[in-house]
């Protein structure tokens, strides 16, 4: 298996995305909203397998001082491979001249993105609309 990315979302397969956000368990992403979101970020990684869509990241950036980086989804047919990995490190190379990256775990990978280089913030807020995820991401 030999993984390429693409920084476009061109040609994208948004059928293919949608599954893979269905795989680990994010089911209100229907393709209308995965193509809008990925619409509005500036800067995303799109892992491939050949011609199939294995994994993908994105994120926003002022350009200068700040970034956040979203949904680093992968298919659960291949993960454990480093392809989260390899997303991760991409979209940091893409922002390289960024001061500070933020970025919201979901539940139970904190550790992974450790080994990447993320730390706990001392201040970090969030505000959501959905109690659902108020409750798992909110002390």
């Given at each position: 298996?030999?993984?390429?990315?693409?920084?476009?979302?061109?040609?994208?397969?948004?059928?293919?995305?949608?599954?893979?956000?269905?795989?680990?368990?994010w089911?209100n992403?229907?393709?209308?909203?995965?193509?809008?979101?990925?619409?509005?970020?500036?800067?995303?990684?799109?892992?491939?397998?050949?011609?199939?869509?294995?994994?993908?990241?994105?994120?926003?950036?002022?350009?200068?001082f700040?970034?956040?980086?979203?949904?680093v989804?992968?298919?659960?047919?291949?993960?454990?491979?480093?392809?989260?990995?390899?997303?991760?490190e991409?979209?940091?190379?893409?922002?390289?001249?960024?001061?500070c990256?933020?970025?919201?775990?979901?539940?139970?990978?904190?550790?992974?993105?450790?080994?990447?280089?993320?730390?706990?913030?001392?201040?970090?807020?969030?505000?959501?609309?959905?109690?659902?995820?108020?409750?798992?991401?909110?002390?």
């Open positions: 298996m030999k993984i390429s990315f693409s920084h476009s979302i061109e040609n994208v397969e948004w059928s293919r995305m949608k599954e893979i956000y269905r795989s680990v368990g089911k992403h229907d393709e209308e909203k995965i193509k809008k979101i990925f619409q509005a970020s500036n800067v995303v990684a799109i892992a491939y397998d050949e011609n199939k869509i294995t994994g993908l990241g994105r994120a926003l950036s002022d350009g200068v700040n970034a956040a980086i979203y949904d989804v992968i298919d659960k047919e291949y993960q454990n491979k480093g392809i989260g990995q390899q997303i991760i991409n979209l940091l190379a893409q922002l390289d001249d960024i001061s990256v933020h970025l919201v775990s979901t539940a139970g990978n904190e550790e992974f993105y450790k080994k990447a280089g993320f730390r706990k913030m001392k201040t970090g807020m969030a505000r959501y609309l959905n109690p659902h995820l108020a409750e798992e991401y909110l002390e």
